[in-house]
C-alpha cells in the first residue's frame, strides 16, 4: 500500500486545515486507517482512525470535539478535518494503513499498521 499525506501547513491558533491521505495498492475498503502525530521530541501520538466496512471512527481523547475523520471509498481516500486549532496540534501528521479490520483495541496502536505515509508538517502558531 502506498500512502501519500497531503494538507498541512502554517496556520494561527483557532484556525482549520484538512488532510487528505491517499491510498493505492490494495483494496481499500478493507483497510483500516489511521491518523498519528509526532511533535518534536515526543513520542508518536495516536489521532484518528477508521475502520473499513461497515465503517467506525475513533478519536483521541485529546482532538475529540475539534478533529473528525472521514474516507472516501471511490476515491481511497481519508480525511482528517481539524478545527479550533492549538500551538500543541503542531507535529507531523502520518497516515497509516492495516491491511484488514483491525479491532477496536488495536486501532491506537502505532505497531500494527503496516504502511505508512511520509507525513506532513502541521504548525499552528500562538
Known amino acids: 500500500v502506498q500512502l501519500q499525506a497531503s494538507g498541512g501547513g502554517l496556520v494561527q491558533a483557532g484556525g482549520s486545515l484538512r488532510l487528505s491521505c491517499a491510498a493505492s495498492g490494495r483494496p481499500f475498503s478493507y483497510l483500516t486507517m489511521g491518523w498519528f502525530r509526532q511533535a518534536p521530541g515526543k513520542e508518536r501520538e495516536f489521532v484518528a482512525a477508521l475502520r473499513g466496512t461497515p465503517v467506525t471512527t475513533h478519536i483521541a481523547d485529546s482532538v475529540k470535539g475539534r478533529f473528525t475523520t472521514s474516507r472516501d471509498n471511490a476515491k481511497n481516500a481519508i480525511y482528517l478535518q481539524m478545527n479550533s486549532l492549538k500551538p500543541e496540534d503542531t507535529a507531523v501528521y502520518y497516515c497509516?494503513?492495516?491491511?484488514?479490520?483491525?479491532?477496536?483495541?488495536?486501532?491506537?496502536?502505532?505497531?500494527?499498521?503496516?504502511?505508512w505515509g511520509r507525513g506532513t508538517q502541521v504548525t499552528v502558531s500562538s
Open positions: 497509516a494503513a492495516h491491511p484488514g479490520r483491525l479491532v477496536v483495541s488495536a486501532v491506537r496502536n502505532s505497531g500494527v499498521y503496516d504502511y
